[in-house]
């Protein structure tokens, strides 16, 4: 059993993709989440979460009717606007949802660093963990002392750092990401997403390895969670690729603890049916 803990699916026609231009040739087209089962099937992933890819609350009634009408979709990570003045009521109801599992505001695209810290959010983030709503941290290095200071301040909040926080492993990035990563594994009960290395390397074999066993050996495997990033992964390696890359990083670990990041830790995480129902 393994659970895809992040992957995508979108219809360009719905116009709230800002960041999906035809720039991005290898990712720009539809992808239905039949496009994801048809990759990720064949490697035994048995069930995935579905992220959020546009900040508007539309696109996160599409992801939830994709959960309706495709079993595989075990979970929702949606969007909502924490800002508004009835973003808790906002949470609450989309909370009703079984398969909305967590929300995602996408920090990397806002210019003030420290938008997530500013107390008119505290509403709406104490909503979220009043729901049992994860937060997914879409960041960069240049975050991470931030939402350190988030998960201190709101210990009930469950939060998980996506993409391994997007180290620049093609320019060689090491610091100040790794000791982010580090403070944030020591310090919080934060997890971590084992997900989006291959885009964030390019396509040469191994690339990642430096950085992938830097966030095990943080984390370890109880809060590293396996997510394939797919469609996006596409703008550097397959999905194919990324399995078998995955499966070295974690050849040293136990089959219990393969387990674990592969499956168990995402459904612990995100509060996912147990296996043996999936």
Not at 35 to 50: E, F, I, R
Not at 65 to 87: E, K, R, T
Request: glycine letters at 8%.
């Amino acid at each position: 059993m393994t659970v895809d803990a992040h992957f995508h699916c979108w219809q360009l026609a719905r116009g709230d993709y800002g960041w999906l231009t035809p720039a991005l040739a290898p990712i720009y087209r539809d992808v239905t989440v039949s496009d994801w089962q048809a990759q990720s099937v064949p490697h035994g992933v048995t069930g995935g979460v579905l992220v959020q890819a546009a900040p508007t609350e539309a696109e996160t009634a599409f992801l939830l009717a994709q959960a309706d009408a495709h079993p595989a979709v075990l979970g929702v990570v949606g969007w909502v606007d924490l800002a508004a003045s009835n973003a808790p009521a906002r949470i609450e109801n989309l909370a009703r949802h079984p398969r909305l599992k967590g929300l995602r505001p996408m920090l990397q695209d806002i210019d003030n660093v420290q938008w997530i810290l500013q107390p008119a959010l505290a509403p709406a983030l104490r909503a979220m963990a009043d729901a049992g709503l994860v937060f997914d941290a879409l960041v960069k290095p240049v975050h991470l002392g931030h939402i350190l200071t988030l998960a201190r301040r709101y210990p009930r909040l469950r939060i998980v750092i996506d993409h391994a926080g997007k180290p620049d492993i093609a320019a060689g990035q090491w610091q100040p990401w790794s000791d982010g990563m580090a403070r944030l594994a020591l310090q919080t009960g934060v997890y971590c997403k084992l997900s989006g290395l291959l885009t964030q390397a390019g396509p040469a074999p191994g690339a990642v390895q430096s950085w992938a066993a830097h966030v095990l050996a943080c984390f370890g495997a109880d809060r590293l969670v396996w997510g394939s990033d797919w469609p996006v992964l596409e703008s550097a390696g397959s999905y194919a690729q990324w399995w078998a890359e995955t499966r070295q990083l974690l050849n040293h670990l136990s089959p219990q603890e393969q387990r674990a990041v592969m499956d168990g830790n995402a459904r612990r995480l995100y509060r996912l049916p147990p296996a043996s129902v999936a």
